[in-house]
């Protein structure tokens, strides 16, 4: 059974810092890509941040110089350390594995953890 487990979240003042966690058990971690994304009220879910099996990093604009992904495929877990928080980075987070094999896609999905950045 694939588990995605999101930790870290919480209330933050603007400025600071959070570090999120996703532990992952179920899946062969190494060889997927992982990411992080994010739901605001009203809003669609978007990537965030995201990290192939390689190690090559993409990220939101919005998030570019703030924000950095890392994973640990020795404790199968990917990271999301997030500095210089803004209110408008409030929102629910999410990690998700992807794997593709020919035409399949495997995609797994965390619970979430909230992150609410306000004064």
């Known amino acids: 059974q694939v588990q995605l487990v999101e930790s870290g979240g919480g209330l933050v003042q603007p400025g600071g810092s959070l570090r999120l966690s996703c532990a992952a058990t179920?899946?062969?971690?190494?060889?997927?890509?992982m990411g992080w994304y994010r739901q605001a009220p009203g809003k669609q879910r978007e990537l965030v941040a995201g990290?192939?099996?390689?190690?090559?990093?993409n990220y939101a604009d919005s998030v570019k110089g703030r924000f950095t992904i890392s994973r640990d495929n020795a404790k199968t877990t990917v990271y999301l350390q997030m500095n210089s928080l803004k209110p408008e980075d409030t929102a629910v987070y999410y990690c998700?594995?992807?794997?593709?094999?020919?035409?399949?896609?495997?995609?797994?999905w965390g619970q979430g953890t909230q992150v609410t950045v306000s004064s």
């Open positions: 179920g899946i062969i971690f190494s060889v997927y890509t």
């Open positions: 990290i192939g099996s390689g190690g090559v990093t």
């Open positions: 998700k594995a992807t794997r593709r094999i020919l035409a399949i896609t495997y995609d797994y």
